[in-house]
Nanobody, 125 residues
Framework: QVRLVESGGRLVQPGGSLRLSCDISARTRYVMSWFRQPSGKERVFVAAINESGRRTLYADSVKGRFTISRASAENMVFLQMNSLNTEDTAVYYC????????????????????WGQGTLVTVSD
């Protein structure tokens, strides 16, 4: 069974940076993604990266501030978050998909087969 474990969430001040990690227990490489869910709101897409790491996709709200990447040897994915603001406060979830489909699928929860439990990021003074 495939397991995803997120880590790295914590309290950070506005303007600060944070790096989230997601470890997936699988031998094959999956398409990986980050979604986030603010309290009381729906889960929304943040970023995705394909199996090779050469293709990425970002939500408009994080373009230029967040960077998704993956380790070359291990089945891990990272989300580097810079210039954080209070609107970035949310539980961040890692998702995995067996294959990259069209972008309009990969930026939706339905495009992913497995999910982690989430890690809380709070941006506040």
């Amino acid at each position: 069974q495939v397991r995803l474990v997120e880590s790295g969430g914590r309290l950070v001040q506005p303007g600060g940076s944070l790096r989230l990690s997601c470890d997936i227990s699988a031998r094959t490489r999956y398409v990986m993604s980050w979604f986030r869910q603010p309290s009381g709101k729906e889960r929304v897409f943040v970023a995705a990266i394909n199996e090779s790491g050469r293709r990425t996709l970002y939500a408009d709200s994080v373009k230029g501030r967040f960077t998704i990447s993956r380790a070359s040897a291990e089945n891990m994915v990272f989300l580097q978050m810079n210039s954080l603001n209070t609107e970035d406060t949310a539980v961040y979830y890692c998702g995995a998909s067996r294959a990259w489909q069209v972008d309009s699928v990969m930026n939706r929860s339905i495009g992913y087969d497995y999910w982690g439990q989430g890690t809380l990021v709070t941006v506040s003074d």
